[in-house]
């Protein structure tokens, strides 16, 4: 049996370093995007399994991050050389209890589309796939920068450029969200808690939110969120534009624009996750250069006190 126990701050780098190993992939943007996921839910919880004084595995959980109130996120990792000794049941034991404990009744796990056997685990535990999220990423040195050409009657400017657009971004924010397959639910909340949670975060810049504007109505907005682990690689975060509006080449040229500035900005490659079921966005990534790497597969459950 391994010891569970919860963890704050100062234990980060360990967790990191279990998950690091468990789940290469996972992209947790280092300590800062912890802590800032942190201040961005409702509520968040971190654990460490300890087994002959060595971390061999990590569990997190959080509520009201992106969720309806009865849904809450949660992953249970072990190091590959750890698995089969229930460290992964123990682990979710504890998250299970802590989730219901705070009223939620459906949790969902991120677990990358190579690991089979990790979804086959989640399955025999009543966790099944309910989305999945392809990623896809563009080599910027392998292309020229691209031209930036609106539409007519159309303008991109940057949010940096145009803070009193901050109003018109939350309303794209709250049309487009729910369009997203598998976010039907999603509720951005009010205008101030949208901002503090989704665009005042550790790696958002204001320079980096390109916005479309025509007659002084926000139509569109893409943003790109930035890590303070690498200079490397910058990562897609919402583009959406409102659905009036949809088919007349916006999302393109928020798309090019993006593309533009990290070229400016010496990033070497863009990364973005991308719903299978959401074709429009797929399809203009791909007509962008945008390859695919190996994915996440979105498991849920429905759990209950215990």
Known sequence: MAKIREIGDAE???FLAVVDEAAPRANMGGVAGLIDWR???GDTIWLLADQDEEAVGAGYAVSGWHTPPHRGIAGALVRPAARGRGIGDQLRRVLE???AERGITELDAPVSEEDEGSIAWAATRGYHEAGRNSRMVLDLTAIETPTVEPPPGIEIV???ERPELAEGLW???REASRDIPGQEETDVGPL???LDRDMRGSGDRPE???VAVEDGEVLGYAKLSLSEETSERAYHDLTGVKRAHRGRGIAAVLKAAQIAWAKEQGYAA???SNEVRNEPIRHLNQKHGYVLEPGVVIVRGTIGAS
């Open 208 to 210: 980096a939110v390109f």
């Open 97 to 99: 209890r802590w989730s």
């Open 12 to 14: 980060l780098e360990r």
């Open 158 to 160: 940057t949010w940096a």
């Open 192 to 194: 101030e808690e949208w």
């Open 171 to 173: 309303e794209v924010a």
């Open 39 to 41: 201040r961005q839910a």
């Open 270 to 272: 863009l990364q973005t």
